[in-house]
Structure formats: C-alpha cells, structure tokens
C-alpha cells in the first residue's frame, strides 16, 4: 500500500482526486490550490501596517483619484476568515468624498472552510437590492495583491444578538425573547424565499456551475465532501466512510434549482435594535446553486435553534416552531418542503460538518495554517459528536 504525505502531496495524487470527485471549475480551482500550496509556510500573524500597505496597492489599482486608509483594526469571531476593519477616505463615485467604513475578509494560509472570495464576492453582489447584504466593493480573488485571497466590503450597522443576550460559540445558543422573535421571524422566512427565487441566469454568477435537474446538485455536493476528506483527514473514520456510501445510495431528485445561502441562520445576519430591521445577511462562502432543502436541513437544524418559553416547543432558529417555519416558508416561496429529502440533507449536512471538524480542523491546526488553532482544535471534540448524529440519522431515515 502506498503511503500519501498529505502536508507535502504530489501533483500526481492531487490528479487523482480531481478525477475521482468531480466539482464545480471554482471548486476544483480553490482546492487544488489548497493542495499545491500546503507544503508551504503556515500562518504568522500579519501587522496591521503591513496589511494596510497591501490594501493601498490593490486599491492603487482600482481607484484614480487619491485616498487614505484609517483607523485599521482587527474584528474578532469566526473560526474561517481573517478580518480587518478600516475606514476609507476616498471620493466615492456617484456619492463624493466620504469617509465609508469597510471590511477586508481574507483567508488565512488555509482555512477550515476553503472556499473562493470570487464568488462570495459575485453571490453578494447578486443580492444588492433583494435581500440586506453589505456592499462589495472589491476582491483580490488569488492574493495578487493581498497575501490571501480577500475581498473588501461595507461595514453593516447592527448586531448579531440583543446586546443583553448570551450565546456560544459562532452565535449558537442565543435566547431572543417573544417580541424579538415575532419581527425578525416575517424578515427571516421572506429573505430566505428571496434567495431561493432570485434567478440565477441573470444574476452574473459566472464563478458557478449549474447542475443539470435529477442527482446532479446532489452528486456534486458529496463529491466537494468526500475530497475534501480524502485531502485533509489523517485518522480514517468508518463512519464518514458509511456517511459518504449512504448520501450515494440515497441521492434525492432535485425538481427546482436555487441559490443556497448553506449558512442561513441567527448569527449570520445583523440587526438595528432601535426598530428591530435585518440590515446585512453574513457569511455567503459556501453559496452554491442546488436542492433548496440543504438551506432548510441547516436553518431547521437543533443547533441553531432554541426552545420556546414552555421548555418544549423547539425553536427554528430560536424565532418560530418548525411546521409554522415551513408553511410561512412555502407561503413566501411558493415552494414546497419534502420531508424526505429535508432528512437526506440533515444527513449530508452532519457529514460536511463532521468532514470539516476532524478532517480539515486536524490538518490545519497540525500544521500551524490558522489564525484559530485553540479553536478549531476545540472543535476536533465536537466533530465526534457529529459523527454521531450522522448516524442517528442515517437510523431514523431506515
């Protein structure tokens, strides 16, 4: 049997695994390039003037006329992205001189979650106008001028929680009491049919394939999962390996195609408190277009809900009861909710996130590429707890 030295992997494996697991061009591009560059340098910290110098130089790029980059800082959370705040001084076109609060989000030299900024970057714009989304302004798609892929955009007013609230990590856990719940829980379902309906022909996504109807967004969403196992695991897990059997054998037909947000929760979007308003929906790197039911498998999921005053009735998102989720969802969507298929998400999504916790977690943190190492070395524990939960379902769905 050949041994693979996965921190230093030959052009010939990483062939290989192309072959085997066929995905979208940007997928394949974004992990392969992964790959090709994990023999290099792990991540070190970056000095904020040294990361404002590079900004200068991609906006030097962009902009013609002069500018200044001010109060630059780091923001904190997250388990998957670097991110840095600074204020813009510039003449905006079609606005005038202004100073624009903004955000670089950039990759640290691997990620618990690689994904492309080109296309968080197009799927954001596409939204401009439909649902609250922060304003793109630039991407740096392969670090040409940053030293990772990044992009910069507007800084949103808001919170992700009542500032009197208490959550755990990225947001889950957060308790919204009875008023809170009643006026985000009309915005939250009518953005996410929004998503789900936006056309995706006209919506300048060229950084996405579109699957065929049938099994292929299935299909191709198994096959991003399963390479990215084989990529970054170093301790074999018979139930990943079950997992990934399961999700072939069982790949539902996909009668619809729509934008999935794939992370659409509380915690992801941010709110004014003063009047309650969704302004900004976060964290659109996994977007990819496919089966409407992998958003509702993650939003519907217990680990982002809550339970309702009575200590019994659980909580979509800590907001509403599931069935009045679901029928207020179909209602704003005019789409339907399969139950079956709903269930052959909540399976795959507890295989990506297993995937993703002692797989890619272990990698990255072993050799010293995140900026988050306590972190997603934390989440090593969690990540056999959701290798449990995969087959719980897998049971359930027998």
């Not at 006026?183 to 006209?202: E, N, S, Y």
């Not at 009045?324 to 998400?345: C, I, M, N, P, Q």
Request: net charge negative; aromatic share 10%.
């Amino acid at each position: 049997m050949t041994m693979i030295d996965k921190n230093h992997p030959s052009p010939e494996w990483i062939a290989s695994l192309r072959k085997r697991f066929p995905v979208e061009r940007e997928i394949d591009h974004i992990l392969t390039r992964k790959m090709e560059r994990r023999g290099g340098v792990g991540f070190s910290p970056i000095p904020l003037p040294t990361l404002s110098a590079q900004i200068k130089t991609l906006l030097g790029k962009e902009l013609k006329e002069a500018f200044k980059i001010l109060d630059a800082r780091w923001l904190s959370g997250g388990s998957s992205k670097l991110q840095m705040a600074f204020t813009l001084d510039w003449n905006r076109p079609g606005v005038g001189r202004e100073k624009t609060p903004m955000v670089l989000r950039m990759e640290p030299a691997e990620s618990m979650v690689e994904t492309s900024r080109l296309r968080e970057y197009q799927v954001i714009k596409a939204f401009e106008g439909i649902v609250p989304v922060p304003p793109v302004f630039w991407v740096d798609a392969e670090g040409e001028h940053l030293p990772y892929p990044g992009l910069i955009y507007g800084f949103a007013q808001g919170v992700t929680k009542p500032t009197t609230a208490k959550s755990g990590v990225a947001g889950l856990g957060t308790q919204l009491d009875l008023e809170l719940r009643q006026k985000l829980a009309p915005q939250f379902i009518d953005h996410l049919g929004k998503v789900h309906t936006r056309d995706f022909t006209k919506a300048g996504l060229d950084a996405f394939d579109v699957p065929q109807l049938g099994t292929q967004a299935a299909e191709w969403a198994v096959n991003w999962w399963e390479r990215v196992w084989e990529e970054d695991s170093d301790e074999d897990s018979p139930m990943v390996r079950l997992a990934a059997i399961w999700l072939r054998e069982n790949m539902p037909v996909c009668n619809h195609l729509s934008i999935l947000h794939a992370d659409f929760r509380v915690g992801n979007f941010l709110f004014t408190e003063h009047d309650t308003r969704i302004t900004a929906w976060l964290d659109w790197e996994l977007t990819r277009i496919g089966d409407r039911h992998q958003d509702l498998a993650w939003t519907t999921s217990k680990a982002f809900g809550g339970y309702a005053e009575d200590g019994k009735t659980f909580l979509v998102g800590g907001l509403l009861p599931e069935q009045e989720f679901f029928d207020a969802y179909s209602k704003a969507s005019g789409l339907s909710v399969d139950r079956k298929t709903l269930h052959y998400y909540k399976v795959f999504n507890a295989y990506m996130m297993s995937v993703l916790t002692t797989g890619t977690g272990y990698r990255i943190a072993r050799n010293g590429k995140t900026h988050q190492d306590v972190l997603v070395t934390w989440l090593l524990g969690v990540g056999y707890m959701l290798q449990d939960e995969v087959r719980m379902l897998i049971d359930e769905a027998r």
